[in-house]
């Protein structure tokens, strides 16, 4: 309750154990870094709920930590994954796949050390290969800068 009560956790907790925070963040990241609009239905989604003590227990077993991860891929029609460069060239027609689920992490992966209020976004590229950047993601004054730059966002890719 106290979480919530300094704005670092939904009012209602479903919205961040099901994923339903996660998805909507999902759905400004696919606008705002690939150009498409995603509807919710279109978002592969898995709640935390979902998992077992031993899928946990497992995951521990094998030095893996369980992070609820949001991700957009572009896929070719046969599911490969694709560059954003290829794309952008037009000559291979893509999808955009969105996943919010649980996945269990190996320790050195930069998103098995983000806890508390951290939120991070692992951007892989061609060169450099990957880039993570973490930062506070929860409170009211984050979370309005966040929409703040959002919007920005959104206005300027118009």
Same mark, same amino acid.
């Given at each position: 309750?106290?979480?919530?009560? #300094? ?12 994923? *339903? ?13 690939? +150009? ?14 979902? #998992? ?21 891929? =572009? =896929?070719? !029609? ?11 060239? +037009? ?17 050195? *992966? %930069? /998103?098995?050390?983000?806890?508390? /209020? ?9 060169? %450099? ?5 973490? +930062? ?14 959002? /919007?920005? !966002? ?5």
């Amino acid at each position: 309750m106290q979480k919530q009560a #300094l704005g670092y956790a939904e009012s209602d907790p479903t919205d961040d154990v099901e994923g *339903d925070d996660a998805v909507a963040k999902t759905l400004i990241l696919a606008t705002v870094a690939f +150009g498409r609009a995603l509807t919710p239905e279109q978002v592969v989604r898995r709640g935390i709920t979902t #998992l077992t003590r031993e899928q946990m227990q497992q995951a521990l077993d094998q030095g893996k930590c369980i992070k609820h991860v949001s991700s957009l891929r =572009l =896929l070719s !029609a046969d599911g490969t994954e694709v560059s954003r460069a290829t794309a952008n060239s +037009g000559s291979i027609p893509t999808r955009l796949e969105a996943r919010v689920e649980p996945q269990a992490l190996p320790l050195s *992966d %930069p /998103l098995a050390r983000i806890d508390g /209020l951290l939120n991070a976004i692992v951007i892989q590229t061609d060169t %450099p290969a990957e880039v993570t950047v973490i +930062g506070p993601g929860a409170g009211r004054f984050q979370a309005g800068q966040g929409m703040l730059a959002d /919007l920005i !966002a959104i206005a300027k890719s118009r």
